[in-house]
């Protein structure tokens, strides 16, 4: 697993908890990997999901650390969007 997937795996599960996520999203990080976030919990994996959130590695630290808000991104176009919407403000707004 390389460094920027353990890290993205370790971020989400530091904002998410123990709770899981009732749906399932698949984050692909440009030239990296994916991270799964789904009622298991967060780990590195590239199954489908409900919805597919892809964005470069600076993107997504932006957004672990805050300092980006993922609608923010998904409105200038550094993050793009595949599938259930809903599902990818779910789990925005727990993010956040």
Known sequence: MS??????????????GDEGFDASVKFVIN??????VDS?????????ADCTLSA??????????????PTAAFMSGKLSVDGDMGV???????LA
């Open 3 to 16: 460094d920027i997937i353990e890290g993205a795996v370790a971020a989400l599960q530091e904002k998410l």
């Open 31 to 36: 030239g990296e990997g994916a991270v799964i």
């Open 40 to 48: 298991d919990g967060v780990r590195e994996g590239d199954e489908d």
């Open 56 to 69: 470069d590695a600076d993107t997504f630290q932006a957004m672990m650390t805050g300092e980006l808000n």
């Open 88 to 94: 990818a403000m779910k789990l925005g707004t727990l």
